[in-house]
């Protein structure tokens, strides 16, 4: 079913489906940790256009309607901070949470003086709540503690399950 979601992601966006051996490989691990007793978080990480967003996306579609999830993408969050707090609340209580393209966002913004990390306090909440985390990002796993700090680094390490994309750009 996840590889049908998948296809469909694809289509939706004028694309051709291919099933090629990585994307198979990527879906079938997506499949057994969504099936399994594994980690409450989902990292895709790795390589720009490779995939992980439109996994990603289909994870959502296939579970979405169990438990009401919400996405995002790390630059909104930013801007939610700013210009509707309580929506950014209520963000670090959801069921599911897709938040896409991490460590694109700034890492700290100012509201009424005060500092924010938006990443960082969201990752902080859902840990502490083991709440159904999916994330994408670009970065390699060796600056996730250089961006966000050791202390979030290792409270993904311990919330994550991670699949690495290494493959080239689809989109090329």
Same mark, same amino acid.
């Given at each position: ?15 051709? &489906? ?6 198979? *490989? /990527? ?10 007793? &594994? ?7 790795? +390589? ?7 996994? %990603?996306? %289909? #994870?959502?579609?296939? #579970? ?5 999830? +919400?996405?995002? +993408?790390?630059?909104?969050? %930013? ?8 929506? $950014?609340?209520?963000?670090?209580? /959801?069921?599911?949470? $897709? ?5 694109? *966002? ?9 500092? $924010? ?25 060796? *600056?996730?503690?250089? @961006?966000?700090?050791? @202390? ?7 919330? $994550? *399950? ?11």
């Amino acid at each position: 079913m996840l590889r049908m979601c998948y296809q469909s992601e694809v289509e939706r966006r004028r694309n051709k &489906y291919i099933p090629d051996d990585s994307t198979l *490989e /990527k879906i079938g691990k997506a499949a057994k940790w969504l099936c399994g007793d &594994y980690k409450v978080g989902l990292l895709l990480y790795g +390589s720009v256009g490779s995939g992980k967003t439109t996994l %990603a996306k %289909a #994870i959502c579609n296939l #579970i979405g309607i169990l438990y009401g999830g +919400s996405s995002i +993408s790390s630059l909104n969050l %930013a801007k939610y901070v700013l210009d509707d707090p309580s929506y $950014f609340s209520r963000l670090k209580n /959801k069921e599911l949470l $897709f938040i896409d393209d991490v460590g694109t *966002e700034p890492e700290s913004v100012k509201s009424w003086g005060n500092e $924010f990390s938006p990443v960082t306090e969201l990752i902080y909440a859902r840990y502490d709540r083991q709440l159904f985390t999916i994330a994408t990002s670009n970065l390699a796993d060796e *600056e996730f503690g250089e @961006r966000y700090g050791l @202390r979030i680094a290792d409270r993904m390490e311990e919330m $994550f *399950e991670r699949l690495h994309y290494k493959q080239n750009s689809y989109r090329r």
